[in-house]
Structure formats: C-alpha cells, structure tokens
C-alpha cells in the first residue's frame, strides 16, 4: 500500500485506512466478533492506521481498537475527544483534557496515544490560545504523541492549520463534498498539516447501493439525523438530500472503470489528491474492510473523471452544501 506522511506527526501511514465509527454504534448493529473480524482484515489487507473516538460506543470502539493493538503492532491509532460533554467552551480545559485523555489511554490499552483530536469542537475553542497550550502540555508529557483537530467547517480547518502544533485536520472530503479543494487542502500542503478525509461514502451514498427504498435500523444516524436532530447534519450523507444524493451517484456510475466498485471509485477519487494523507472509509464486516483496502492497489482516474465529478457536483451538489461547511 501506498504510504504518506501523515503531517506533523512524522509517521507513515497507508493511504487507506480504517475509521471505526461503525464498531462502536449509531450504524445499527455490528456484534464483537463481526467488529473484530472488521478490524483484523483490514490490517492483514495493509491498513495501519485506524481512526476512533471516545464518544463511539461510549468507549466501545476504543476498547476494541485496544484489543487489536494488543496483538498486532505496527498500527498507527487516532482518537478524538471531547463531544461526551454538552458543547459548550469552557468544558475545552486542561483537567478535562487529562480526565477524556486517561480514560481513552485506558480504553486503548497504552500509556502514549499516536494522535489524540479535539471532536469537532465549537468555533470558540479554535481561538483559545490555553487549549493549545494544554494541549502542547499533554504532549510533552507523553501522553500522546501529537494532536490534531477534527472539523465540521472549511473556516475550522484553516484556523487549526494556523496553529504550529496541529498535525492534522480531519474533514469531510467526498465527490459530493468538494469545497476542501478550494483552500483547505492547499493550506495543509503549504503547512505540512496531514489531511485526515472522513465520510469518504457520504454514510454510504457514494457505495451506490442504496436506493429510495432502502430503509435504515432505528439506532442508524441514517434514519434518526437526516435533519441534523442528534449532531450535525453535515455528518450524515455529508449534508446532501438523500434524493438529490442519489441522483448524483446515478450521474457518477457511468464514470466507474471495469474492474472497481462505486465504493472504491469513490475512494480512489479522494487517494488521487496528494494533499489528502489518509482516508478513513468505516466497514461494517471483513469484505468491506478488504475491498476498501484494496484502493490503494487501484489506479488513478484520470483527469476526465475528476472533472465529470466535479461537473456533477457543481448541478446538483453545491447549491446545498457548499455555502454551509
């Protein structure tokens, strides 16, 4: 598998990896032993970094996440931290820091976190000189070995990657999430900031295996957050009408080579921006974890599917998502 420096962390990491939001809940039932098996086939199909967060499963994907680190090395592990309190400020502070920060390094079975990031935290925190601070503190302490942000907005990436202490930012980047291209991904290669690409499906959409008939489980975000009720919208198809969503992914499949899945087209149309240094794709059994994986093995589009993508973004996509994130 291809490798990129996952920004100011100094580690390599492949191009594909495994984001673990499924394992731990709000994607309908996935049972250890599926979750595991998820887990361990992507690493024996080359992915060596995984993404999670403290808040998934209260806690479950982490504790699972441990369990695989705990027999398999060589795995560079993300967490995130910080939305199992009410979204307020003043809760973004050094002894809660410690206190989400302990909990995890238990969760996760280790003493030093690879890369600890704040969980889409309100515009406010960006500007707070302390949370850096206390965050450059942990660091020095060992009990991780970097930190980074993840964001809702393009306007959060660009405040985090002005920080000298950010080593990524993780997004929202898909074919129906574009506006990362204009700015953000520019600024992280000029500032050696990694690029962390999440919901790279938009939850599934861009697999094309949904239609209009398709129904969701009652514990899925896809059916209890399509209008933003538990957390934000954007999370949820990345923002996008469903309708409207699959008319664009009808619009897309035509541009899918032989040979690839819609799923993985999609992916290997995010792994074509260098500036991307990993993409985070969940799965929710061991032939997802292994198809994803196998993008990176897969060639470039070409030019002509880049621009058919954005093409079809800019009829249907844009007039709903950009102006918002």
Known sequence: MEHRELGRTGRQVGVVGLGAWQLGGDWGEVGEDAALAVLDAAVESGVDFVDTADVYGDGRSERLVGRLLARRAGVTVATKMGRRVAQEPS????ANFRAWNDRSRRNLGVDTIDLVQL???????FADDAVFDALDAMVAEGRMAAYGVSVETCEQAL???ARPGVASVQIIFNALRLKPLERVLPAAARAGVGIIARVPLASGLLSGRYDSGTRFAADDHRAFNRHGESFDVGETFSGVDYETGLAAVERLRPLVPQGMTTAQFALRWIIDHPAVS????????AGQARANAAVAGLPPLGEAAHQAVAGVYDELVRPLVHHRW
């Open 159 to 161: 405040s985090a990657i």
């Open 278 to 285: 990993v993409v985070i794709p969940g799965a929710r059994d």
């Open 119 to 125: 969980h889409c935290p309100p515009d406010a925190v």
């Open 91 to 94: 809760a973004y502070n050094a």
